[in-house]
């Protein structure tokens, strides 16, 4: 074994890990010269313009090991389709079999344990892994009390989904019964193979959670992603401290997330708005879960577009404006960051003198720079004073790779204006 300069050992690729128990070949994705950079900085992905030569035809989703041109192991990954060639999900050369993806899940759980929430009376719901975060590349799983929800987006985590939801479980200590799996429609997108969403264990697909001590009635099955929006936990925790007497505003308002926490911290009135029919149903029955009740806490199915544009000048003093992702690729960005600017011009136009905006993107291709420069044109574009009171992100549950920084895809702004 040879020590290069980056002091990690080099494997000639013929050369075995143990002769006695020889490990698995698996395909092998050689590295052009020079491009091995940003994986000796642990990046976890390979891109297909970065790859000489590709060994043993692996499919989507199969395991390669990845080399550098002069032969030494960098890292193991899922074979992708496209130009993101490699997703990296381990730089130790091993086997990946079944005792690999359990001790991955045990140390996801290891880290929510330590932040608490693995068993916390006050809070019953939390993201168990996250992407790159956890270095499990396109998979999230999301625990609700005693129900937890995997979604794959790659034939290779899809894969492995039974020896998951078979680690929540035994690692849970019977807490969890039910894991469903909801990768159909991530799968079809990503790779375009036809699976079906269904239960791994148990059949529980809906029930209620509590998130710091409010209550919320969660579907994972008809429910919009995992069947509730985890990262937006500690903004929520925020906005309670804004809301006291205000009107407030709870656009793409989903399942009233926000709404539950600026009622009960004394808002005067709070209209959940968004486009989907089923997510205003579930906002009015998780406002009514909470004790609150129409008129003053009215739940309303409307595009937003067309919300903001006719509610009247000075209606509210509170707005939260959470849309979905509007950027999906780095080719959609500089039209998302026109709709990010044109709804928010429209809030700071008509919010009340005083009032507070909060204002969110989670479009992972849409860095914070960026976002707050959309957000800086659109006070132009209202002819506002704005004071920037508050950066915000995604909460501990929701962690960032040092390595891979896009994992900060949930960026937001707490803005005063005058
Ligand atoms: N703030 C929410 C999560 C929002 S997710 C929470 O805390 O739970 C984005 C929401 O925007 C989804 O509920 C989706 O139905 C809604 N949406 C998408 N397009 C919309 C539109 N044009 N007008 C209003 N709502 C829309």
């Known amino acids: 074994m040879l020590f290069p300069l980056d002091n990690r050992p080099v494997i000639l690729f013929t050369t075995f ?9 698996y395909p092998q994705v050689i590295l052009k010269p020079g491009k091995e950079g940003p994986v000796l900085r642990f990046h976890p992905w390979i891109f297909s313009g970065a790859i000489q030569e590709i060994t043993g035809k692996p499919a989507e989703g199969d395991i390669v090991e990845c080399f550098s041109s002069k032969g030494s192991y960098l890292a193991t990954g899922h074979c992708m389709t496209g130009s993101l060639a490699v997703k990296l999900f381990t730089f130790k050369r091993q086997e990946i079999g079944k005792d690999f993806w359990i001790a991955k899940i045990s140390e996801a759980w290891r880290v929510r344990k330590s932040l608490g929430l693995t068993d916390n009376s006050n809070t019953t719901a939390f993201r ?76 529980v697909g809906e029930c209620e ?80 879960l909470n004790g609150f009740d129409a008129p003053h806490y009215e739940c309303i199915t409307a595009d937003a577009r067309k919300y903001l544009d006719t509610m009247e000048q000075d209606q509210y003093d509170l707005i939260i404006l959470d849309p979905p992702a509007y950027a999906k690729n780095v080719a959609s960005r500089i039209q998302a960051l ?81």
């Not at 928010?344 to 909060?358: P, R």
């Not at 969110?360 to 704005?386: E, L, N, P, Y």
């Open 128 to 203: 168990l892994v996250h992407y790159e975060g956890d270095n499990m590349p396109r998979l999230i799983v999301d625990v609700y009390g005693s129900m937890a929800v995997l979604q794959a987006h790659t034939s290779g985590m899809h894969d492995v989904r039974e020896i998951i939801a078979g680690a929540i479980i035994s690692l849970s200590e019977g807490k969890i019964t039910s894991v469903y799996d909801k990768s159909a429609e991530s799968i079809r997108k990503m790779t375009g193979r036809i699976v079906e969403d269904g239960f791994l264990a148990g059949d």
């Open 209 to 288: 959670v509590l998130e710091n001590g409010n209550r919320f009635h969660v579907n994972a099955v008809t429910g919009q992603k995992t069947g509730f929006f985890l990262d937006q936990r500690d903004n929520r925790d925020l906005l309670a401290r804004y809301s006291q007497g205000r009107t407030v505003l709870n656009m793409f308002g989903y399942t009233g997330g926000f709404s539950v926490y600026a009622a009960k911290a004394g808002a005067k009135v709070v209209h959940t708005v968004d486009s989907s029919a089923p997510a205003i149903t579930i906002a009015a029955e998780n406002m009514k």
């Open 17 to 25: 890990v143990n002769m006695n128990n020889p490990m698995k070949k």
């Open 338 to 418: 026109k709709g990010y600017r044109s709804i928010n011009a429209v809030a700071l136009a008509k919010i009340k003198s005083g009032g507070i905006l909060f204002t969110f993107s989670c479009s992972q291709v849409v860095d914070r720079q960026m976002f707050t420069s959309a957000i800086t044109a659109a006070a132009v574009d209202a002819g506002r004073q704005v004071r920037i009171i508050q950066h915000l992100s995604q909460p501990a549950d929701h962690p960032v790779n040092i390595f891979h920084q896009e994992g900060e895809y949930l960026k937001g702004l707490v803005l005063m204006v005058e």
